[in-house]
């Protein structure tokens, strides 16, 4: 009996003694458990060797000449300074500096040209034409083309319904007095008159002659249509006579004619022919143009 009771008080001092250790451990605040703090770094390679400082510091500031302090400005006359340590700058340069060869030209100012019947873009100078605003040479004006001798522009002057039909020739009415002076001007050589019968054709070759133009007059009728035609052909194939100016008095004999060349001569289908000489008198209206275009019709059946 006293056997089995010193068992149980010597293991419940021991589960005493275990119970106070515990609890001496919760008192403890160096072994007290922390599960919620990280473990401390246990490499040397982490942490800077001892001595070696973190931060450079601030580079001190050279003493100023004299002493004192370099933080603070001096007061008074700068110290003097012993020039023979330092020599003055060399200032020995070129009188005129050539340009390297690769160096670019300054970029030339372009201004717009004018627009048509505006007034220039560029201000010219006095005594200095072609120089814009900028001081730079402008553009040269190009000149205006010369018309020729023989062009509308210069002819139209007395020959009412004119008009140049190819090279060589031209056709209208007849001429005022100041007509044959223009085509004296033109360097024109012959007019040809296509006149109705009984035409009066005196005064206009006085006055072509006295002008120096060689004056040829051609009847033209219906029924005379074929020889009016074959001596204009004739007439159109001589190169030593050209320039020609063809006339009459109102258009419908000359047109005809035309037509008829066109047909013959160039060999133009009616169509063609027709657009070719209506601007020269061509027409199908009165009397005397229905009459042409019947005899035309029957000369050229027969050709």
């Not at 258009?251 to 022919?273: I, K, L, P, Q, Y």
Request: aromatic share 6%; glycine share 8%; hydrophobic share 35%.
């Amino acid at each position: 009996m006293i056997r089995r009771t010193m068992i149980a008080a010597t293991i419940a001092g021991v589960v005493f003694a275990s119970g106070c250790r515990q609890r001496c451990c919760l008192n403890d605040p160096g072994r007290r458990p922390n599960p919620y703090r990280p473990q401390a770094p246990n490499s040397p390679f982490l942490l800077p060797p001892a001595g070696v400082p973190t931060t450079p510091g601030p580079t001190p500031l050279p003493p100023p000449p004299g002493g004192g302090n370099p933080f603070i400005p001096g007061v008074g006359p700068a110290p003097v300074v012993d020039p023979r340590n330092y020599p003055p700058p060399s200032f020995d340069l070129p009188p005129n500096p050539s340009p390297s060869p690769s160096a670019k030209p300054a970029p030339e100012v372009l201004l717009p040209d004018p627009l048509p019947g505006s007034g220039p873009s560029r201000s010219s100078l006095p005594l200095n034409p072609g120089i814009g605003v900028l001081g730079t040479p402008g553009r040269p004006q190009a000149a205006e083309p010369k018309l020729a001798a023989n062009s509308p522009a210069t002819i139209a002057t007395g020959l009412p319904g004119f008009v140049r039909v190819k090279d060589g020739f031209a056709s209208g009415r007849k001429p005022a007095l100041e007509g044959f002076d223009t085509l004296k001007r033109a360097n024109y050589r012959t007019v040809v008159y296509m006149h109705a019968v009984g035409a009066d054709t005196s005064a206009a070759k006085d006055v072509a002659e006295k002008r120096g133009l060689k004056f040829v007059p051609i009847e033209t009728t219906p029924e005379k249509l074929a020889d009016a035609v074959t001596q204009f052909n004739a007439l159109a194939a001589d190169k030593a006579v050209r320039p020609v100016y063809v006339f009459d008095d109102d258009g419908v004999r000359a047109g005809t004619v035309w037509f008829v060349h066109f047909r013959t001569s160039e060999a133009m289908n009616d169509d063609a022919a027709r657009i070719r000489a209506t601007p020269l008198g061509l027409t199908d209206q009165g009397d005397e143009a229905k009459a042409f275009a019947v005899a035309t019709q029957r000369y050229l059946e027969t050709r």
